[in-house]
Structure formats: C-alpha cells, structure tokens
C-alpha cells in the first residue's frame, strides 16, 4: 500500500495541481465559451455564469482523470489488460462522470421558465446522433464477431460501448429536461454545449472500442487457436478500418463539439 500511494497517488496529485493551474478558468474562457455556443456579447454576469460552468467541470475533469488510473492500478496491479487503451479509457470516462456530476448539481436562482419545448435535435445535429449509432452498431457487430471467434477482450468492447451509450444518452436527456443555469440566454448555451460536448466523447469512446474489437480479431487471425480461424488478409483490412475509424471519430469530436460560430448557426 505504501508503494502505492508513493508511485500512483503522490504523482497523480502533483499533476493535478499542475493541470488545474493550466485549465482554470478565467474571464476570458468564460466569454469566450458564450460567445462559441450563441452570445456574441455577454455581460458580465453572464460571464461569470459561464466561469462557474467551467470550474465545476475542469476540477472534476481532472480529479477524475487522475483518480481512475490509480484506482485501476491500485485494485490489480498486474493486469495489463486495458494497456492498449489506458491512455483513453480514463480521459473519456472522467469527462462524462464529471459532464453527468456537474449536470446534476442544483440550480440556484429564480429562473423563468421557457415556454418552447426542447428535445434533442434542438441541442445535437441529427447527423451526429445517426453517425454515433451507425458506428455504435458497427462495432458492436465485430465485438459479437470476435466474442464467437475465440476468448479475449471483445467482451471488454462490447462493454464499454454499453457504458459509452447510458453515459451519453443520459447526458442528452439531462441537457433537455435539467436547467444549466438560471439566465435563460446562458441556459440554452451551455445545455447545447454539455449535450454537443458529451456526444463528441461518445465518438471517441466508440472509436476506442472499435480499436479493441479489431484487436482482438486481429490477434485471432495472426495467432490464432486454428490456423483458419481468420483469414490473414483480415489484419490489413482492420489496420485500415481502424485508422479510418479513429481519424473519422476525431473529425466527428472537433465538428460536434468544438463548432465553429457558423456551423452552430447552421446547425440550428
């Protein structure tokens, strides 16, 4: 135990500290979060709103980011078998356990309500939610292929994309029922902002598994129990789908939840 706190908990503490003095917000990301998802020219109260928004979720970001791998380590220091993913696996997840944390937090203040009727298309672009399923089928389908073809870690795929749609299905359906803050203006910005955003980490959280899933069919085909089990020239084609994948899940990300100005006002 003592080991453990002095190579897992004090480092991981260390890069807490250093990573909450580079992500703290200040005015100037507040402003600018408000300007990125709908208010060209908020007042300072608004600003400060938005702050509020940001801090809440960077300190969980960070804690959570941290605290997953120690806690993994921690529990089973000699399993390596989320080695090929450790580098995503706690990113993702701590970002929406913090997203879903944060959501979840009371509101203070009188708010009024608005009489316009929400759903998901008016926060999230309806292409985004069929790409995120059609990816989301996809690699469940080779996470199935791979449960049937021999032990491994497609079941830890199958998995993780269970987890990956409660995570950001609920994350969506908060954003439409839950009010973010009490300014009706700041409230419609940051819920489109917490929905987008939990759908981009969906098209990375899908992406990894993808990477996984293939993996593991990869490492049935060059060393599998039979010699025929899967054929060779199956290892180029997962190496290309699998890079077509993760660049597609990126471009996805940046598109959905890092908008442009424009492309938030067309996508409304």
């Known amino acids: 135990m003592a080991h453990w706190l002095e190579t897992s908990v004090l480092p991981a503490a260390i890069a807490a500290a250093l990573l909450l003095l580079v992500l703290w917000p200040t005015e100037h990301s507040g402003r600018r979060l408000l300007q990125t998802w709908g208010i060209p020219q908020p007042n300072p109260g608004q600003v400060r709103e938005a702050v509020r928004y940001l801090r809440q979720r960077r300190i969980l970001y960070v804690i959570l980011f941290l605290a997953f791998p120690s806690l993994a380590g921690a529990i089973d220091q000699d399993s390596d078998r989320l080695s090929g993913i450790a580098i995503f696996v706690p990113l993702l997840a701590a970002m929406l ?65 269970v987890a990956c ?64 089990v899967l054929p060779a020239w199956l290892t180029d084609v997962l190496d290309i789908a699998g890079f077509v994948v993760v660049a597609g899940a990126i471009v996805c990300w940046l598109w959905v939840a890092v908008p442009s100005r424009r492309s938030l006002a067309n996508s409304r």
């Open 97 to 161: 356990v913090a997203e879903l944390l944060a959501t979840l937090r009371p509101v203070s203040g009188v708010r009024v309500a608005s009489l316009d009727r929400r759903s998901w298309r008016d926060l999230v672009p309806r292409w985004a939610v069929l790409v995120l399923a059609a990816s989301t089928v996809v690699t469940v389908v080779l996470a199935v292929v791979g449960i049937v073809a021999g032990p491994g870690t497609a079941w830890l795929a199958l998995g993780y994309v």
């Open 165 to 228: 749609l409660l995570f950001v299905c609920g994350l969506v359906a908060l954003a439409v029922r839950r009010p973010s803050v009490a300014d009706e203006a700041v409230d419609a910005a940051l819920r489109t902002r917490t929905a987008r955003v939990a759908v981009g980490i969906g098209f990375g959280w899908v992406g990894t598994a993808f990477t996984v899933a293939a993996g593991h069919l990869r490492s049935l085909s060059l060393v599998g129990p039979e010699p025929a």
